[in-house]
Structure formats: C-alpha cells, structure tokens
T-cell receptor
Framework: NAGVTQTPKFQVLKTGQSMTLQCAQDMNHEYMSWYRQDPGMGLRLIHYSVGAGITDQGEVPNGYNVSRSTTEDFPLRLLSAAPSQTSVYFC???????????????FGPGTRLTVL | GQQVMQIPQYQHVQEGEDFTTYCNSSTTLSNIQWYKQRPGGHPVFLIQLVKSGEVKKQKRLTFQFGEAKKNSSLHITATQTTDVGTYFCAGRGNNAGNMLTFGGGTRLMVKP
C-alpha cells in the first residue's frame, strides 16, 4: 500500500491564481480530510468527507472547495489564491468517522504552498 | 466550539532528562490521540486513549487520559536525540459530528 499520497510537494502561486492539490489513498478509507498547518501552529481542519459524494466544512473552509467523486481521491481546490493561504497542506484518511471511532488518521507527506 | 490547548509550546532539554507535555480540552472528550511530527515531516500517529484514567506506555513514553476525560499528558523518560520533534494531541468531542481538534503542539528540542 502506498498509503496517503499528495501532489505536488511544493507549489508557488501568484495572488489570484487557482490550483488543485491532489490527495489519494489506497486503504479503502471512508473518511478523508484536509488540514492546513501554519508555522509554529497546530493543524486546522479545512474540509472533510465521510464517504464518496459527501463533504462538509471544517474549521477554516473559506477560499477552498472540495469534492469526493471516488473513495480514493479527495482534491482540494484553491479558487483565487491569497497570501494568507501560504501554508503546508496535509491530507489525512481513516477507516471511519463516527464520533465514537477509535481509528487513527494517516497523514500524507504534505504540500508546501507559497502564494506571492 | 471545542478548543484544545497544549503546553508548553516549546521545551529544551538535555539528553537524558525527562519531558512532559500537557493537553487540556474545553469540553469532555470521547477519545484523544497523540501524534509526533519530525521537522519537515508529517504527523505520525503514536497512540489513542479512550477510557477515563487510562494510562498507556510505549517504551519510554507514558500517556495518560484524565479522569474527567478533559485532559491528557505525554511523558518521555530519559529523552534521546531521536525524540526531537513536535508532539500534538488531538481530541474528539463527545457528540455526533464533533471533529478531531488538534492542540497547538509542543516542540521538543534535545541537546546532546
């Protein structure tokens, strides 16, 4: 198993540009999520999905869109990049989402995004 | 909403000294997870605590979940340079729809 993969590893954008960060997992996990991590800070949830066709907002969803057409893929779209979106983006997945879940989350290697 | 606070933010120790990081939630948790992130890396799952008062050990690491399920701690005995990194707690709320909320992390630096 490759686990959770993310592309690209690094990206530089200009203000106003759009792009899609790719995330895929091959563990047949139902739950996938996107986090951003700013320097010296913890992880903040952007969007999440509890299964194909179902997505919902996390703590900091503004400026980002997601879709989940398959179990494996969960792309994150930046609609119009802003310098405030400079961050490291992590995709994560786990087997289930139930609030009683004891499942661990597996994180991808991250995408380091700079918006000029 | 649910908030998870972690202290200290940074900790410098001499190799061989002990280290503890504390995690406190504003609400009662269903469970709490701990992750380690090496510099430049991604968070890696360490352990999960579910029961009130639970204590789990992994070699030199001891994890505790408070009786009220609102706080947790990670203690490392006799730190080594390989322990360097940032340790995050992440708590899941007690109600349906509650998301996993991460603490701000404690960055551990070990002097050889």
């Amino acid at each position: 198993n490759a686990g959770v993969t993310q592309t690209p590893k690094f990206q530089v954008l200009k203000t106003g540009q759009s792009m899609t960060l790719q995330c895929a997992q091959d563990m047949n996990h139902e739950y996938m999520s996107w986090y951003r991590q700013d320097p010296g800070m913890g992880l903040r949830l952007i969007h999440y999905s509890v299964g194909a066709g179902i997505t919902d907002q996390g703590e900091v969803p503004n400026g980002y869109n997601v879709s989940r057409s398959t179990t494996e893929d969960f792309p994150l779209r930046l609609l119009s990049a802003a310098p405030s979106q400079t961050s490291v983006y992590f995709c994560a997945s786990s087997y289930s989402y139930a609030y009683t879940s004891t499942d661990t989350q597996y994180f991808g290697p991250g995408t380091r995004l700079t918006v000029l | 909403g649910q908030q998870v606070m972690q202290i200290p933010q940074y900790q410098h120790v001499q190799e061989g000294e002990d280290f503890t990081t504390y995690c406190n939630s504003s609400t009662t948790l269903s469970n709490i997870q701990w992750y380690k992130q090496r510099p430049g890396g991604h968070p890696v799952f360490l352990i999960q605590l579910v029961k009130s008062g639970e204590v789990k050990k992994q070699k030199r690491l001891t994890f505790q979940f408070g009786e009220a399920k609102k706080n947790s701690s990670l203690h490392i005995t006799a730190t080594q340079t390989t322990d360097v990194g940032t340790y995050f707690c992440a708590g899941r709320g007690n109600n349906a729809g509650n998301m996993l909320t991460f603490g701000g992390g404690t960055r551990l630096m070990v002097k050889p």
